[in-house]
C-alpha cells in the first residue's frame, strides 16, 4: 500500500508545482504585456506592438497547455530570429521609402511644436520659476522634463517636449529651498550637465496654450514667454506675428516643408512618404551613381582580395606545418595563432599607429616616409594588408584541419604515380581541401563584404577629397552606409536605409553565385 501511495504523492506534488510554476510564468507574461501594449499605442509602434501581442498569444498558446512539445522548444528562437533579425529587416525597407533624417524625424504636430517653441520670447512681465530638469533617458540625448515652481504660490508643474504641462501634488516631489530635489524615479541633472549640454536644452520647449511656452534661462531657472510664430489649425498655416509672414505646407523635393510667399522656408519638417525616391536619388543622380559604383568596385576587389590573401597565406602555412618532419610544430602553431587571439578593434587602432607617417613603426623600421593615409592607393594597400594579419590565422586553423582530414593513401598514391610535391598538392591536396573550406571562403567573402570596421577604425574611410562627406577612397558600400545615415552632411536615414537594402540585394546576389560555384566542387569527391 505505502509503496504504490508515494509515487503518486510524489506525481501529484510535481503535477501542482508545474502547475504553480506555469501560471507565474503566464502572469508575468499578461502583466509585461498589458504593460507595455499601451507604450507602443502611443508611440505608435504598431511593427513591435505586432511582435508583442503575436508573441505573447504564442506563448499563451504554447505553455498553457502540455500539448505543442515541438512548438515549445522551436517558440524561443524563432522569437529572437523575429525580434533581432527580421524585424530590423522590415523597420530598414520601411524607411527606404521614407525621408526619415535630420530635420524629419517626427509627426507634424511635432514639428509644428518645434517651430513655434523655438520662437518663444522673453518679455519684461514673462514670469520665472525655479527649474529642476530631470530624464529617464540619458543627460545627452533625454527625453528632458523640466520641473517648475512657482516662487510666488509655491505651485508645482512638469512638462517636457512629449509631456503635457501639467499640475504636479506636492506629495509625488521632494521640494527644497523652493526647487525640486527629488521626482519618481528620473535622474536630476547636474549643474555640470546643464552646462555640458546646454545648447540642445535650450531647445527645449514646454507648450502652455497656442500662444505662449516655458523655455530654460540659466541652469536652474525659466520663463514663460510669448510665441513669435503661432499656428492657426483652421488655415494649416504658421503666422509671424511681428514680420506678418505666413508659412504653408509646401513639397520642396520630395519633403513638405512650412514655406513662406516669398520662398523662405522653416528648417523643421516631419516623417513622410516619399514612395521610390530614394532609389531613384541613388540610381539617377550622377554624383551619387558614381560614389556608389566605385565604393561597389572597391568592396569587391576588398572582399575578394582579403579572402584570397589571407586564404594563400593560411593555407601556405598550414602545408608547412603540417609535415611531420618539422620539429616545434605546436610551438610555431601557436604563435601564428596570436593575431587571431587580439581583439579586431585593438588589433586595428595598434596598427593605425603603425602607419602614422613621421612617427609610424613601419615607416621608421623600413626608413620610409610614405603617407599611407593621404594618398588613395597606399591607404587601400593598408587595409588589404592590415586584414591580412588579422584574417591569416583563421584561414591557417580552417585549412590545418582540413589537410589532416585528407587521407595519407591518397598523397601515396600520387608520389607512387610519379607526381611531384608540388602537382601532389596543386591537383589532389588542393581540390580536396577547397571542397571543404569553400563555404567558408563564401562566408568570408560575405564577412570582409560589409566589413565595416577594418574601414571604419583603420583609416576612417579616408582620405577625402576636398568637401566630400559621402565616401571616402576606402570607404566600402557599409561604411558609406554609414557616413550617409550619420556623416558630416546631416544624417538621411531614409537614404541610407535605400542603399543598406540595396547592398543586403547585392550581397545576397554575390553570395548565391558564389555557392553556384562552390556546387562544382563536389563533382570532386
Not at 536605409?497 to 548565391?512: D, E
Amino acid at each position: 500500500m505505502t509503496s504504490t501511495t508515494a509515487p503518486a504523492q510524489r506525481a501529484r506534488r510535481t503535477s501542482a508545482t508545474s502547475l504553480i510554476t506555469r501560471a507565474l510564468f503566464l502572469g508575468a507574461v499578461l502583466a509585461v504585456t498589458i504593460w507595455i501594449a499601451p507604450v507602443l499605442v502611443g508611440l505608435q509602434s504598431w511593427l513591435w506592438l505586432a511582435v508583442v501581442l503575436a508573441a505573447a498569444a504564442g506563448i499563451f498558446v504554447l505553455y498553457s497547455t502540455r500539448r505543442f512539445i515541438p512548438g515549445k522548444y522551436i517558440f524561443p528562437g524563432t522569437f529572437f530570429l523575429v525580434v533581432f533579425l527580421i524585424a530590423p529587416i522590415i523597420l530598414t525597407v520601411g524607411y527606404s521609402f521614407t525621408n526619415f533624417g535630420d530635420g524629419s524625424r517626427g509627426t507634424k504636430e511635432q514639428a509644428i511644436a518645434a517651430i513655434t517653441g523655438n520662437s518663444v520670447q522673453q518679455t519684461p512681465d514673462s514670469p520665472r520659476y525655479n527649474l529642476t530638469i530631470t530624464t529617464e533617458g540619458t543627460a545627452e540625448e533625454g527625453p528632458y522634463v523640466f520641473y517648475l515652481v512657482d516662487p510666488a504660490s509655491g505651485e508645482i508643474r512638469r512638462g517636457g517636449p512629449e509631456l503635457p504641462l501639467e499640475q504636479v501634488p506636492a506629495s509625488d516631489v521632494t521640494v527644497r529651498d523652493g526647487f525640486v530635489t527629488a521626482a519618481d524615479d528620473a535622474a536630476i541633472l547636474t549643474p555640470d550637465e546643464i552646462n555640458t549640454h546646454y545648447a540642445a536644452l535650450q531647445e527645449v520647449a514646454v507648450e502652455v496654450d497656442e500662444t505662449t511656452a516655458i523655455r530654460l534661462l540659466g541652469i536652474d531657472q525659466a520663463f514663460e514667454g510669448t510665441k513669435v510664430l503661432q499656428y492657426d489649425e483652421a488655415a494649416d498655416a504658421i503666422t509671424n506675428t511681428q514680420t506678418g509672414a505666413v508659412y504653408t505646407p509646401q513639397k520642396i523635393g520630395d519633403t513638405e516643408y512650412f514655406v513662406s510667399e516669398d520662398g523662405e522656408r522653416m528648417p523643421q519638417s516631419w516623417l513622410q512618404g516619399v514612395g521610390l525616391s530614394n532609389y531613384e536619388r541613388l540610381f539617377t543622380d550622377g554624383k551619387l551613381a558614381g560614389q556608389f559604383a566605385d565604393a561597389f568596385v572597391w568592396t569587391l576587389v576588398f572582399a575578394a582580395g582579403s579572402v584570397l590573401l589571407t586564404f594563400l597565406v593560411g593555407f601556405a602555412l598550414a602545408l608547412v606545418l603540417n609535415d611531420e618532419r618539422l620539429r616545434g610544430r605546436r610551438l610555431y602553431r601557436s604563435v601564428l595563432l596570436m593575431p587571431y587571439a587580439v581583439p579586431g578593434f585593438i588589433a586595428l587602432l595598434v596598427w593605425s599607429n603603425f602607419y602614422n607617417r613621421d612617427f609610424g613603426l613601419i615607416n621608421q623600421t623600413l626608413g620610409l616616409s610614405l603617407n599611407w593615409f593621404g594618398d588613395p592607393t597606399l591607404a587601400k594597400a593598408a587595409v588589404l594588408l592590415t586584414n591580412l594579419w588579422m584574417g591569416f590565422p583563421y584561414m591557417f586553423i580552417v585549412c590545418t584541419g582540413a589537410l589532416q582530414s585528407v587521407p595519407k593513401e591518397l598523397t601515396e598514391a600520387a608520389r607512387i604515380d610519379g607526381a611531384s610535391r608540388l602537382q601532389t598538392t596543386s591537383r589532389v591536396i588542393a581540390p580536396l581541401l577547397l571542397v571543404a573550406v569553400s563555404p567558408l571562403l563564401v562566408a568570408s567573402f560575405a564577412f570582409n563584404f560589409n566589413n565595416f570596421n577594418a574601414i571604419e577604425l583603420l583609416t576612417g574611410g579616408g582620405p577625402f577629397a576636398a568637401n566630400e562627406y559621402t565616401r571616402g577612397a576606402t570607404d566600402i558600400l557599409i561604411s558609406m552606409v554609414y557616413r550617409i545615415a550619420f556623416g558630416g552632411s546631416g544624417a538621411d536615414f531614409g537614404f541610407a536605409s535605400a542603399v543598406s537594402v540595396a547592398l543586403f540585394i547585392l550581397t545576397g546576389v554575390l553570395a548565391a553565385i558564389q555557392f553556384r560555384f562552390a556546387n562544382v566542387l563536389e563533382d570532386v569527391n
